[in-house]
């Protein structure tokens, strides 16, 4: 059985995002969609938020796993006997960060392979935080495509009060 890990904040999930893991869902066994717990990052939603809006959003693959995790990354893959990690790579910019992390996790775990899949064209510019911000200065509706309608509707409640 091949498995794949796919981490990130999502805070929230984006239609990028589900570009990444429909893709990855197609490839393996199982992926498991690992969501970060970084009390630093100060996320918009909780935890259990973000799991909600993830399996909501990828309900229609059923290989697709999610689960929250903390400390390092390959700790969590190991646990979840995942050899692979799957990271979205949008446009030249995200390449530096990625292969940084990429050789990171390769010192760290060997044995395990981080793998790139590259967004679509539609969803190369679009971020978690370009999203929230546009919500929060009144601009949600113009980036309504880019997220499922629970998240949607999600930002509409966060930003609305
Ligand atoms: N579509 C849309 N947005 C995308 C995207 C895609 N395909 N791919 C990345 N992004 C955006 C995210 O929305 C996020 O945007 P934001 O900064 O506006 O919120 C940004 O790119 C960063 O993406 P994310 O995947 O959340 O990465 P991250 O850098 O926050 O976290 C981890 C990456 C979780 C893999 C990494 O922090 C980690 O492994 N942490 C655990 C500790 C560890 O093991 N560190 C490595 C070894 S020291």
Redesign the pocket.
């Known amino acids: 059985m091949l498995k794949a890990i796919y ?5 929230p999930i ?1 239609k ?2 589900i ?2 893991a429909e893709r990855a869902a197609q490839h393996f066994d199982e992926v498991v969609m690992a969501v ?1 717990i ?1 009390p630093d ?1 100060n996320p918009l939603f909780s935890m259990e938020e973000r799991i909600e809006m993830i399996s909501d959003a990828l309900s229609h693959c059923p290989n697709v796993k999610v689960c929250g995790f903390d ?4 700790d969590f893959a190991r646990k979840t006997d995942c050899s692979v990690i799957i990271r ?1 790579l ?1 446009a030249l910019s ?1 390449f530096e960060y990625e292969f940084q ?1 990429a050789q ?2 390769r010192h ?1 775990a060997p044995e395990c392979e981080t793998m790139f899949i590259s ?1 679509d064209a539609q ?1 190369s510019y ?5 999203i929230k911000t546009a919500f929060q200065f009144g601009g949600g509706v113009k980036v309504k495509e880019f997220v499922p309608s629970l998240v949607y509707n999600r930002l509409q409640e966060k930003y609305s009060k």
């Open positions: 981490p990130g904040a999502f805070d984006t990028g995002h570009f990444i970060l970084n990052k400390g390092l990354l390959v979205g949008r995200d992390l990171m996790n760290l967004t969803y679009i971020s978690s935080s370009a």
